[in-house]
């Protein structure tokens, strides 16, 4: 009986990231996820995903932090053995306007946002070369396509992602490593709630599909892209948005 394949979803406690989870444990992803501190998050994550029969764990680690990322890699490589599906989920929000905004503030989202995807991608990589198969799924946004006022740090950092699924393809899509980028537009979560139910609508009007995503829709996109479906797809961002982008 063949192995379950092993992703790694950082950021896996809420929204996206647990719709990614879930999705990928469906399919039938062994699951590893992450958090910073929010542990109960990612243990519900953690329940939800073995319901499909499948094994699951969640670590502490700042993905920000290189340190934090190499016990990562090593308590991962200790219980599994290997990863096939990396899933750079993780990221934050810090948004001011340019002029006001702060070297530091700019500089904590790019080193959670990009940073840390590079010192994952990096470490995944190592095994993945080994195995000489991988997926590599960098979740970036519309904003990296086409920037947004009042958030600098962020789409710089998202920009950024695209820069580097686009040359991790190069360097690596002969060892059997894929690499692609989902970039989600509007998409429903704790966040969007927050918002009125005026402005809600005002966004929906503007998406050509007349509503917001749900983080599902994210979810399927990558289960595609670490799919075997998807292993003549390389370098490519697929904007998951409802025509926002187009």
């Known amino acids: 009986m063949m192995e379950n394949r092993v992703a790694l979803v950082t950021g896996g406690s809420r929204g996206i990231g647990k ?3 879930l999705e990928l444990a469906k399919a039938g992803y062994d699951i590893v996820t ?4 929010k542990s109960a998050e990612a243990e519900e994550t953690v329940a939800a995903c073995k319901t499909f029969g499948v094994n ?6 700042n993905v920000a932090n290189e340190a934090d990322v190499t016990e990562l890699f090593a308590q991962l490589k200790a219980q599994f053995g290997r990863i096939d599906v990396l899933v750079n989920n993780a990221g934050i929000t810090k948004d001011d306007l340019l002029l006001r905004m702060s070297e530091e503030v700019f500089m904590q989202v790019i080193d959670v946002n990009l940073k840390g995807a590079f010192l994952c991608c990096k470490a995944a990589s190592k095994m ?11 979740i970036s946004s519309v904003v990296g396509l086409g920037g947004n006022a009042g958030q600098a740090n962020y789409a710089a950092s998202k920009a950024g992602l695209i820069g580097l699924t686009k040359t991790i393809a190069k360097e690596l899509g002969g060892k059997g490593i894929t690499a692609n980028a989902v970039a989600p537009g509007f998409i429903q979560t704790d966040m969007t709630d927050q918002l009125s139910e005026e402005a809600q609508n005002f966004w929906e009007e503007r998406i050509p599909r007349k509503r917001l995503g749900k983080p599902e829709d994210v979810a399927a996109a990558v289960r595609f892209l670490a799919s075997e479906e998807a292993d003549y797809i390389s ?9 926002m982008s187009c």
């Not at 992450?34 to 501190?37: F, V």
């Not at 699951?56 to 680690?61: E, G, R, S």
């Not at 993945?128 to 960098?138: A, P």
């Not at 370098?235 to 025509?243: E, F, K, P, T």
């Open 34 to 37: 992450c958090y910073t501190s």
């Open 56 to 61: 699951a764990v969640a670590y502490q680690a």
């Open 19 to 21: 719709s990614i989870c």
């Open 128 to 138: 993945m070369l080994k195995n000489k198969y991988g997926r590599i799924i960098n």
């Open 235 to 243: 370098g490519q961002v697929l904007a998951v948005d409802g025509g």
